[in-house]
């Protein structure tokens, strides 16, 4: 690609959460990347997310939004630190009121920026149309957007690839499944009935279920399915989280609700049947390079009723997520097993 001194020629990207929206971002890292071999690029992020951006020559600005940077006056500070890294453009891929204090910032001392546009209204408008809207952007598009605001010129990103990594689990010996039936939110969260059962119809099915989860409740049933079923393996406090993107790369499909575990999925190149309710896939937030047709839900005209599913049901029992049945999940996996799609 020809030289073109305009260009910045070390980018800050400033993504802090959310932990799903950040793995979107290394696909479009990606990209510019491939356009543009030789540009210092440093992402400003929590420190625990570092392993989404393995593989890619990056350098990191740690963020620690929970201590010194919670404050606006703390986001100032890091901008000072940032600008003698020689730091020449930002490019604000999160625009919220830290990160708009931090661009300010940057701004009024002769950095260029750019920052996302999310598409906020669309968004809002799109809730409780039954799903009769247009795709709304892809958000890793609208990742690329703002490099692109920045005068940098390149193609969409591809799908990822399947990565060399360790297996912090052993050898890998026969069809290993992967199953996330948990979210943040109870509208992004397959009812526990129907997650027994999933379990219950996809342990006989193959070598190794691998559940992820958090601690608490999800740790609970993640090891009471353990204690049933000799195949599956609970993997919290297990593995840390770069080994969890391990295990999850060397699994054969993973069944995952719209949450972080997509996402992850979708950076190593594994297979994904994705399960949603409040939430919709066409909003722009499905797994980068996951087919909507791996994507099931349900047609009720409340959906999507959030766009990230934090709104509370307004019939109180979640039923678009009833509605989609683990016999119709263990059907679409075999189907993408069959089809070895990512």
């Given at each position: 690609m020809?030289?073109?001194?305009?260009?910045?020629?070390?980018?800050l990207?400033?993504?802090?959460?959310?932990?799903g929206?950040?793995?979107?971002?290394?696909h479009?890292?990606?990209?510019?990347?491939?356009?543009?071999?030789?540009?210092q690029?440093?992402?400003?992020?929590?420190?625990?997310?570092?392993?989404?951006?393995r593989?890619?020559d990056?350098?990191?600005v740690?963020?620690?939004?929970?201590?010194?940077?919670?404050?606006?006056?703390?986001?100032?500070r890091?901008?000072?630190?940032?600008?003698r890294?020689?730091?020449?453009?930002?490019?604000?891929v999160h625009?919220?009121?830290?990160?708009?204090?931090?661009?300010?910032?940057?701004?009024?001392h002769?950095v260029?920026v750019?920052?996302?546009?999310?598409?906020?209204?669309?968004?809002?408008?799109?809730q409780?149309?039954?799903?009769?809207?247009?795709?709304?952007?892809?958000s890793v598009?609208?990742?690329?957007?703002?490099f692109?605001?920045?005068?940098?010129?390149?193609?969409?990103?591809?799908?990822?690839?399947?990565?060399?990594?360790?297996?912090?689990?052993?050898?890998?010996?026969?069809?290993?499944?992967?199953f996330?039936?948990?979210?943040?939110?109870?509208?992004?969260?397959?009812?526990?009935?129907?997650?027994r059962?999933?379990?219950?119809?996809?342990?006989?099915?193959?070598?190794?279920?691998?559940?992820?989860?958090?601690?608490g409740?999800?740790?609970?049933?993640?090891?009471?399915?353990?204690?049933?079923?000799?195949?599956?393996?609970a993997?919290?406090?297990?593995?840390?989280?770069?080994?969890?993107?391990?295990?999850?790369?060397?699994?054969d499909?993973?069944?995952?609700?719209d949450?972080?575990?997509?996402?992850?999925?979708?950076?190593?190149?594994?297979?994904?049947?994705?399960?949603w309710?409040?939430?919709?896939p066409a909003?722009g937030?499905?797994?980068w390079g996951?087919?909507?047709?791996?994507?099931?839900?349900?047609s009720?005209?409340?959906?999507?009723?959030?766009?990230f599913?934090?709104?509370?049901?307004?019939y109180?029992?979640?039923?678009?997520?009833?509605?989609v049945?683990?016999?119709?999940?263990?059907?679409?996996?075999?189907?993408v097993l069959?089809?070895g799609?990512?």
């Amino acid at each position: 690609m020809a030289k073109n001194n305009g260009l910045p020629r070390h980018l800050l990207v400033m993504r802090t959460s959310a932990m799903g929206d950040v793995a979107m971002l290394p696909h479009a890292l990606r990209a510019l990347r491939a356009a543009y071999p030789g540009l210092q690029i440093t992402v400003a992020t929590p420190a625990m997310f570092r392993p989404f951006f393995r593989g890619l020559d990056v350098g990191f600005v740690d963020v620690r939004t929970r201590d010194e940077h919670h404050t606006l006056r703390g986001m100032w500070r890091l901008a000072a630190e940032v600008r003698r890294l020689g730091v020449d453009a930002v490019a604000d891929v999160h625009d919220v009121l830290r990160s708009k204090a931090f661009r300010l910032s940057m701004r009024l001392h002769g950095v260029r920026v750019a920052s996302i546009r999310k598409g906020r209204l669309a968004k809002y408008r799109a809730q409780g149309t039954g799903g009769g809207f247009a795709p709304l952007r892809h958000s890793v598009l609208r990742y690329c957007d703002v490099f692109r605001r920045l005068g940098f010129v390149f193609p969409d990103p591809s799908p990822a690839v399947k990565p060399v990594c360790d297996n912090p689990m052993g050898e890998k010996r026969g069809l290993w499944l992967g199953f996330a039936p948990f979210s943040a939110h109870a509208g992004k969260t397959w009812p526990e009935a129907h997650a027994r059962r999933l379990v219950e119809l996809l342990a006989p099915r193959c070598d190794r279920l691998f559940i992820h989860s958090g601690g608490g409740r999800e740790q609970v049933f993640a090891e009471e399915m353990a204690a049933r079923y000799p195949q599956v393996t609970a993997l919290f406090g297990r593995v840390r989280f770069a080994g969890e993107l391990e295990v999850i790369a060397h699994e054969d499909c993973l069944v995952s609700m719209d949450s972080l575990a997509m996402h992850m999925a979708a950076l190593v190149a594994t297979p994904v049947v994705s399960i949603w309710g409040a939430t919709h896939p066409a909003l722009g937030f499905l797994g980068w390079g996951s087919p909507l047709s791996q994507a099931l839900q349900a047609s009720m005209p409340c959906r999507p009723c959030s766009a990230f599913g934090a709104r509370p049901c307004c019939y109180g029992d979640y039923r678009c997520l009833e509605a989609v049945r683990p016999e119709q999940v263990v059907a679409k996996v075999e189907e993408v097993l069959a089809k070895g799609t990512i």
